[in-house]
């Protein structure tokens, strides 16, 4: 009885033995092959998106606030600078435009020279050097 005892726990280790052997198996197996293939990671060589500098520091012109609009504008002619000389985006220009505009209706800002307690104002961008050729 004893011995038929010690047979059968043999065999059931034996049985688990196997399983471990196999299970242990085909977990290498399945190292091997992820060893081999491409790890998933993030593009190292991806571009950071560009923004203008409004959306950058999250600003949203308004008439009220016309010493930035007053940035946006040609100390000598009192013209608005084009986007290719601002470098903003499409919206941002837009509502830079109409906000200076508005400005002006409201006799905030005037319309052919920039206001002279704003002129050492630091430059957001350099209009003798505009970001693309202009259109024309
Ligand atoms: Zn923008």
Redesign the pocket.
Known sequence: MALMKTLLTRLVLSNTYRATAVRFSSSEAKLTTSDDSPVEMENPYKKERR??I??KLNIKPDYKNYRLLSQFQSPYTGRIYGRHITG??K??QDLVENEIKKAQNCALMPYYYKEKVFLKDPKLFDPENPIRSHRF
């Open positions: 923004q203008c409004l959306c903003l985006c919206a941002k």
